[in-house]
């Protein structure tokens, strides 16, 4: 080969001395070496990248860190958020670069997934509550408790326990919850008022705010507004990776849960009750939006949808009057239902150390103070304060109050399971089965924990 | 002697520059084609889930479990094969007849054929979306001008009989038309000579096509069926956009089942024990096809 290399080098020489090499070597021998020259540098340059990123010396700060972070917003708003806590980071750790990579809230886990196994893992991501018990078994996540208890400033006793409750084993802490959000009504109030209806904060402040009040006012927007749904599904993803978020509010508010112990509560009278009332209003009264279908609240297809704080960022634009109200009573009272997502750390990625130290300075108390716009924090000391009923001016306070503070303080999230993934496909399969109008409810219930039971058990 | 040196080396080099040339290509099969055919071989033997690196051998346990344990794997196959026994037929006669509709120099017959075409170079992709689009229950076009007719159509992506049915159609129409035009290619070649014997000897057009033309379209028609149930075992994208494998199940096919074992429920091991059968379930299939083709195809050399 060096004898090849030197040889090709005289390619470039004056063409006379080229013609009388191609007189002596027959074209055939020719294409051969130059093709092993091409083959030569081909893999000497596959070598020279392969080693390229020796590991980063301890403390070595002059040493560029790229770090990647996995979101599933891909809101312009949240975005520039981030990005913004990022820069702020870079002030004082000039070395260390973040970007934040969206992956679709629906494909997340199993996209998040891939990465890890596949040799291109992140550095750290945003983690579902669905998936905590399964990523932290797996020994996906990294055990960040020492970076963040070993920082006095960062004030680790300031997280509210059952906040973290998901997220540690004993000592060991694998994520910061950064959203603990209550699920909320949001409406819109312009249609109520031209419907000649009480809103739903009217209807909760005379204490009549049930499942029912709002199955009627949607029978009644609907039947006045052709084209447009009275309800819709948290994001219209109530028939597919929301059921739960969709059911299980309704579900509680009748007293019932989606499982506790080990087994299948979901067929119970409760659960039966409250799941046919959503399926009266997509069927009987034609108020919700249908498997399917496109009914988009934000853009005032829909007249009310369940909704987090985050999503105020999409109402920036909105050409109607809208307010949030919290989830209506039931039987059972009004219990809240939160979901929670926390930043981890994956052990597989290129930089945990570093990634770990920026997750700490992004669930500080400053950074969380900002993040509370969106995302409603775990922070005793940001939710203490009236921090959060002014976290984000679109929303007025006392509709925030009433409906995320309240909600934050006793909202409960789903059960969890280490085995949820499996879980969730096996219930979705039977959950299927609910929509179509002659659906028996109740039966179909019972297939959901026929199926899920052999799970559940421990 | 002599002379026979320098042409053997004249040849050796020769081979080492047709090697060479091949090499990016070889290198890109083996690294990216049976290295991981090989590996799916092995990971089969295992149980290994793709959050944990943890990998531990279990011999032949995971066909056990396929095929004594898994109840969704018999509604998988079963699913295979109402897809399979949908599409197959519907595909090749639509494409047969289509072919001898537009063999003739009818007027506009370019404009057909390329309508009918147009399908197989459409992005899978756009072509899965705009049919989910089309086919909703209450605002899909398909129901909308159905209920012009006073039909109200059911929620096809979403009720089990009706989703399975959707995408077996949407599934032909996207790919009739490369078999189309197959059939055109061969029967352009058919020899006339055939055909005008026939008329010669008073054959009516159904006499003609079921004894002169059916039979010499028999190697084309094998190698349709050939690529089309293979094709019909491997449909991924289609399910993956269209229905995801619902509702309840209804059209979780194999390939989709692989993923669906993988990428969801994380278990990789058992996917390749899949990947495997699904390997060995086409290779039977083709090879039985093979095998009957000398009972069909008479004129074959």
């Known amino acids: 080969v060096q004898n090849s290399v030197q040889r090709s080098a005289t390619d470039a020489t004056p063409p006379s001395y080229q013609k009388g090499i191609a007189m002596i070597v027959?074209?055939?021998?020719?294409?051969a070496r130059l093709l092993l020259v091409a083959l030569a540098l081909l893999l000497a340059a596959c070598g020279a990248a392969a080693p390229a990123s020796p590991p980063a010396a301890e403390g070595d700060a002059d040493t560029p860190v790229a770090l990647r972070m996995t979101v599933w917003t891909g809101s312009e708003a949240h975005l520039a958020l981030l990005n913004g806590i990022a820069e702020a980071y870079r002030a004082d750790h000039p070395n260390v670069s973040v970007q934040f990579d969206t992956i679709p809230f629906d494909d997340y886990t199993s996209k998040l997934?891939?990465?890890?196994?596949?040799?291109?893992p992140p550095d750290a991501g945003w983690i579902l509550e669905t998936t905590a018990p399964a990523f932290i078994d797996a020994g996906v996540l990294a055990d960040i408790g020492g970076t963040l208890k070993g920082d006095e400033s960062y004030d680790y006793a300031d997280l509210s326990a059952p906040a973290m409750g998901l997220w540690t084993r004993s000592e060991a802490v694998y994520g910061v919850p950064f959203s603990t959000s209550p699920f909320v009504l949001f409406y819109n109030q312009d249609m109520f008022e031209a419907a000649g209806l009480q809103t739903p904060n009217e209807l909760q402040a005379a204490g009549a705010w049930t499942w029912e009040a709002l199955a009627d006012a949607a029978r009644t927007i609907a039947a006045e507004n052709p084209g447009v749904y009275g309800f819709e599904t948290v994001d219209n993803a109530g028939y597919s990776s929301r059921i739960w978020h969709n059911l299980v509010p309704i579900v509680r508010a009748y007293g019932g849960e989606a499982w506790a112990d080990g087994t299948c509560t979901m067929a119970s009278p409760e659960a039966v009750a409250a799941v046919q009332l959503y399926h009266d209003m997509v069927y009987v009264d034609q108020s919700a939006v249908p498997p399917g279908e496109q009914g988009d609240f934000y853009t005032g297809a829909s007249a009310m949808t369940v909704g987090q704080l985050s999503r105020v960022s999409k109402l920036k634009d909105a050409t109607f009057a809208w307010d949030i109200a919290p989830l209506p009573a039931g039987p059972a009272g009004q219990p809240a239902v939160v979901g929670q997502a926390a930043l981890g750390v994956f052990n597989a990625g290129p930089h945990p150390e570093e990634a770990a130290d920026f997750v700490a300075f992004m669930t500080n108390k400053e950074n969380?103070?900002?993040?509370?716009?969106?995302?409603?924090?775990?922070?005793?000391?940001?939710l203490a304060t009236d921090a959060m009923a002014t976290a984000n001016p679109a929303i007025n306070p006392q509709s925030l109050n009433g409906a995320i503070v309240t909600g934050i303080e006793q909202g409960v999230v789903l059960p969890s399971h280490s085995e949820f993934p499996k879980i969730d496909l096996a219930a979705r399969a039977e959950f299927d089965k609910l929509w179509s109008p002659d659906a028996d409810v109740a039966a179909v219930l019972g297939g959901v924990c026929a199926a899920i039971d052999p799970l559940l058990q421990p | 002697m002599q002379l026979s040196l320098p042409r053997r080396r004249a040849g050796r080099d020769e081979a080492v520059a047709g090697y060479l040339l091949v090499a990016p290509q070889l290198a890109g099969f083996l690294a990216f084609v049976l290295g991981p055919l090989l590996a799916v071989f092995w990971f089969s033997l295992q149980e290994r889930s793709l959050l944990s690196p943890v990998v531990t051998p279990v011999g032949l346990q995971n066909f056990a479990t396929l095929f004594a344990d898994d109840a969704l794997f018999r509604t998988v196959l079963w699913n295979s094969l109402v897809f399979a026994g949908g599409l197959v037929p519907l595909n090749v006669a639509l494409a047969l007849g289509l072919a001898l509709l537009l063999a003739r120099p009818l007027f506009g017959v370019t404009f057909f054929r390329t309508l009918f075409f147009a399908p197989v170079v459409t992005s899978a992709v756009a072509w899965a979306i705009v049919w989910r689009f089309m086919l909703q229950g209450?605002?899909?076009?398909?129901?909308?001008l159905l209920s012009l007719g006073g039909?109200?159509?059911p929620n096809w992506l979403r009720e089990p009989g009706w989703a399975m049915a959707a995408v077996i159609v949407t599934r032909v129409l996207k790919g009739v038309g490369l078999n189309m035009l197959i059939f055109l290619a061969a029967l352009k070649d058919l020899p006339q000579d055939y055909l005008d014997a026939a008329r010669v000897d008073g054959a009516n057009p159904w006499q003609t096509f079921r004894h002169i033309t059916l039979p010499l379209l028999a190697p084309t028609t094998l190698m349709v069926l050939v690529i089309t149930v293979i094709g019909s075992l491997k449909v991924f994208d289609h399910i993956m956009l269209m229905t995801e494998g619902g509702p309840a199940n209804a059209t979780l096919v194999l390939v989709y089942y692989v993923y669906y074992q993988a990428f969801?429920?994380?278990?990789?091991?058992?996917?390749?024990?899949?990947?495997?059968?699904?390997?060995?379930?086409?290779l039977a299939l083709t090879l039985l096809q093979w095998s009957l083709r000398r009972r069909f195809v008479y004129n074959e050399q």
Do not use: C
């Open chain 2, 138 to 144: 209450e605002q899909g076009t398909v129901n909308q």
């Open chain 1, 26 to 31: 027959p074209p055939a021998r020719q294409l």
């Open chain 1, 113 to 120: 997934t891939i990465q890890l196994a596949g040799g291109n």
């Open chain 2, 151 to 153: 039909i109200a159509g």
């Open chain 2, 264 to 282: 969801r429920n994380f278990e990789l091991g058992y996917a390749s024990a899949l990947a495997v059968v699904l390997f060995a379930l086409t």
């Open chain 1, 368 to 382: 969380t103070a900002k993040l509370a716009q969106f995302f409603p924090p775990a922070r005793s000391s940001v």
